[in-house]
Nanobody, 125 residues
Framework: QVRLVESGGGSVQTGGSLRLSCAAS????????MGWFRQAPGKEREIVAA????????NYADSVKGRFAISRVSGTSTVSLQMNNLKPEDTAVYYC??????????????????WGQGTHVTVSS
């Protein structure tokens, strides 16, 4: 069974940090690219960051470059998203997703058939 479970969301003030984690079923993690997306109220779901199966390739939304970092946690079936210098515009539900395009860090959600339930991130000013 395909499962993705996010954790680590919460509420922080502007400038704060959070670390999101996504625990994936082993069958996905061993060969799939992974991505983090977010959806703010009234907005489309958008890419935040993606990482290839090997971890050699990453992509980030321009709005988070230099502040967020995606990584595959060695020895586990977990992908993390370290979020620093958070801003109110980062407030959203964050989703973990898995893509069969394992060789690339795909940024379009149409390449991601598997999704987690989401975790809320709220950044107050």
């Amino acid at each position: 069974q395909v499962r993705l479970v996010e954790s680590g969301g919460g509420s922080v003030q502007t400038g704060g940090s959070l670390r999101l984690s996504c625990a994936a079923s082993e069958r996905i993690f061993d060969s799939y690219a992974m991505g983090w997306f977010r959806q703010a109220p009234g907005k489309e779901r958008e890419i935040v960051a993606a990482i290839s199966w090997s971890g050699d390739s990453t992509n980030y939304a321009d709005s988070v470059k230099g502040r967020f970092a995606i990584s595959r946690v060695s020895g586990t079936s977990t992908v993390s998203l370290q979020m620093n210098n958070l801003k109110p515009e980062d407030t959203a539900v964050y989703y973990c997703a898995a893509s069969a395009l394992h060789g690339t860090a795909a940024t379009s959600k149409r390449f991601y058939p598997y999704w987690g339930q989401g975790t809320h991130v709220t950044v107050s000013s």
